[in-house]
């Protein structure tokens, strides 16, 4: 069975770092056709892609995000590590993590506040 | 970036009733090796996207035959043959074709 939880912190204030864990379980992230991928939503239901790594460590951003981003895998403790530095309130939004395109967590709620 | 357009906004259905759903890319999702990368998701309320269909007409496992997904190029169409109480929610294309993947705006399906 597929299962994917993300973490993190539910506010951040503006123009820190947001740093997101996704744990998986039900795969492995070590085969160059493996990814792990986040998209958010935002409070009107927006989708948005955001990054995506695969099990050969290549890594794709979205062109809009690609400065404040940075994703990391860790393949021994099935996890990886979303970070978005200078968060603003246009970020506050739900972050999912996904395998690949075909199954996502529960997603995270992010506030971005003072 | 290619922008997904979907019609309609909303859609009232009553149970047992086809729906159809239009989805209409900027640019051709034909991808040079032949295949075209265009996806429907539903996500019911509280709960995250599902994946349905994939590459415009093909079902991922258990998900029921009466939906189905057509279309080529530019213009794409999810429809239900028959709604079913458990259809409700928000659907969703989404292109992979060209970087930064792209969601449609959704359509939002009520059960009358």
């Known amino acids: 069975q597929i299962t994917l939880k993300e973490s993190g912190p539910p506010l951040v204030k503006p123009t820190q770092t947001l740093t997101l864990t996704c744990t998986f379980s039900g795969f492995s992230l070590s085969t160059s056709e493996a990814s792990v991928g986040w998209i958010r939503q935002s409070p009107t239901k927006a989708l948005e892609w955001i990054a995506i790594i695969y099990g050969d460590d290549d890594k794709v951003y979205n062109p809009s995000l690609e400065r404040r981003l940075t994703i990391t895998k860790d393949t021994s403790r099935n996890q990886v590590v979303l970070t978005m530095t200078n968060m603003a309130p246009e970020d506050t939004g739900t972050f999912y993590c996904g395998r690949g395109l075909d199954h996502w967590g529960q997603g995270a709620l992010v506030t971005v506040s003072s | 970036d290619v922008v997904l357009t979907q019609t309609p906004v909303s859609l009232s259905v009553t149970p047992g009733q086809p729906a159809s759903i239009s989805c209409k890319s900027s640019?051709?999702?034909?991808?040079?090796?032949?295949?075209?990368?265009l996806y429907w998701y539903l996500q019911k309320p509280g709960q995250p996207p599902q994946l349905l269909i994939y590459?415009?007409?093909t079902r991922l496992a258990g998900v029921p035959d009466r939906f189905s997904g057509s279309g080529s190029g530019t213009d794409f169409t999810l429809k239900i043959s028959r709604v079913a109480a458990e259809d409700l929610g928000v659907y969703y294309c989404?292109?992979?074709?060209?970087?930064?993947?792209?969601f449609g705006g959704g359509t939002k399906v009520e059960i009358k």
């Open positions: 590459e415009v007409s």
């Open positions: 989404m292109q992979t074709v060209q970087l930064p993947l792209t």
């Open positions: 640019q051709s999702l034909l991808h040079g090796d032949g295949k075209t990368y």
